[in-house]
């Protein structure tokens, strides 16, 4: 499990070193290098794979969009790319080089003999849902990889697929819901975690074998089956991290965008703890995020729950673009920060003050309203 996360000459980041925990969250202002660190991880994986044979394409892999060699080189960098892991077996390094500014691909002239386990070609050990996930779609066609290979897929677009060939075996033991006292199927194990944080709900999906494609559809208490389309996004938003949290491998990695997208704020703060009780499972779990619902889940995990010590969590807080500074915060053991930067979700108590201050003063014309 990665322990430090080192990046040279990338993007934003001339040389920058992240502490990496269990559960590592990503949070700050738009455009601060947030998505650049997933970035970072994202690349390090396709150079690994052995199908990359050297080009690591910047453009596809991952629904990846970063444009040319320029792009993403460090204006003050040398041309070259460095990305290394620390890790409980020592330290492991990539790197990347530009062969020509317009090239849409970096070369990979240093890869890791001995790769950690998340960034090998296992199934399920890493796994990465991007900010731009599947809504509600009325079906999505099958993916042709063989069903031991298959996880949700970058947008989710596996999630039936994976419910229909997987939800009628048993939910890894160390995967069981908290509250469950035997062994339940991986169908029943979602649908508890997604009541829990959408709204109660009974999962069903129908393989269309005339149209090689699956379908999602829904049940609520006393309500009759309803397709996925007549939903809402709630549910098909939050479905693909479930999946992902309870069929990841021990020692794999789980790297979520967004995850509160489309999720009411008791949704997202459920969605936090999940997030915080699969990181004390073996699995790594990267969360890049702007919500303090979410945020606040977390901390209940480890302080309220007791589902994840204190000590497996870092929050990145990522100020402004001008600054290019990242500020370190850990939890206490009580679910408290370690410290609050300005600005670091702070907007709520800025509001309600700015909205005490014109009730003092009667209204913003001076009348009482």
């Known amino acids: 499990?990665?322990?430090?996360?080192?990046?040279?000459?990338?993007?934003?980041?001339d040389r920058n070193s992240l502490a990496m925990a269990p559960l590592t969250v990503l949070t700050g202002l738009n455009g601060s290098g947030k998505t650049s660190v997933i970035h970072a991880l994202l690349l390090m994986r396709e150079a690994a794979q052995p199908?990359?044979?050297?080009?690591?394409?910047?453009?596809?892999?991952?629904?990846?969009?970063l444009g040319t060699a320029e792009d993403v080189t460090n204006w003050a960098g040398t041309g070259t790319v460095e990305f290394s892991v620390e890790?409980?077996?020592?330290?492991?390094?990539?790197?990347?080089?530009?062969?020509?500014?317009e090239a849409m691909y970096l070369t990979a002239t240093g890869v890791p003999s001995n790769l950690p386990k998340a960034f090998k070609s296992n199934p399920g050990a890493f796994i990465y849902l991007s900010a731009e996930r599947f809504g509600p779609r009325g079906s999505v066609a099958a993916s042709s990889l063989p069903a031991e290979e298959i996880d949700v897929g970058v947008q989710g677009e596996?999630?039936?697929?994976?419910?229909?060939?997987?939800?009628?075996?048993?939910?890894?033991?160390?995967?069981?819901?908290?509250?469950?006292?035997?062994p339940f199927l991986l169908k029943y194990?979602?649908?508890?975690?997604?009541?829990?944080?959408?709204?109660p709900v009974v999962i069903d999906s129908i393989h269309h074998s005339g149209a090689d494609a699956y379908a999602l559809r829904f049940k609520t208490a006393g309500g009759e089956w309803v397709r996925a389309t007549n939903m809402g996004f709630g549910l098909s938003y939050a479905l693909p991290i479930?999946?992902?949290?309870?069929?990841?491998?021990?020692?794999?990695?789980?790297?979520v965008e967004n995850p509160e997208a489309h999720l009411h704020p008791a949704g997202q703060s459920r969605m936090g703890t999940f997030l915080a009780w699969v990181a004390s499972k073996g699995i790594q779990v990267v969360v890049e995020t702007h919500s303090d619902h979410v945020l606040n889940g977390m901390r209940r995990a480890v302080g309220e729950l007791?589902?994840?010590?204190?000590?497996?969590?870092?929050?990145?807080?990522?100020?402004?673009?001008?600054?290019?500074?990242?500020?370190?915060?850990?939890?206490?053991?009580?679910?408290?920060?370690?410290?609050?930067?300005?600005?670091?979700?702070d907007q709520y108590q800025i509001d309600?003050?700015?909205?005490?201050?014109?009730?003092r003063k009667g209204g913003v014309d001076g009348v009482r309203r």
């Open 306 to 345: 007791g589902m994840l010590d204190s000590a497996a969590a870092v929050v990145h807080f990522f100020e402004s673009d001008e600054s290019a500074s990242i500020v370190e915060l850990r939890f206490t053991g009580t679910g408290g920060m370690s410290h609050w930067p300005v600005g670091f979700f």
């Open 189 to 199: 194990e979602v649908e508890r975690w997604l009541s829990e944080i959408a709204r």
């Open 87 to 101: 890790d409980e077996t020592g330290t492991h390094d990539w790197v990347l080089a530009s062969p020509a500014d």
């Open 51 to 65: 199908s990359t044979k050297g080009a690591v394409l910047l453009n596809g892999p991952f629904g990846l969009q």
């Open 1 to 13: 499990m990665m322990r430090r996360l080192n990046i040279v000459g990338f993007k934003r980041f």
């Open 158 to 182: 596996n999630s039936a697929q994976l419910l229909e060939t997987r939800g009628s075996k048993p939910a890894p033991d160390d995967r069981r819901h908290p509250e469950s006292n035997s």
């Open 242 to 255: 479930v999946l992902a949290g309870l069929t990841a491998t021990i020692g794999g990695l789980v790297v």
């Open 352 to 359: 309600i003050a700015a909205l005490g201050r014109v009730r």
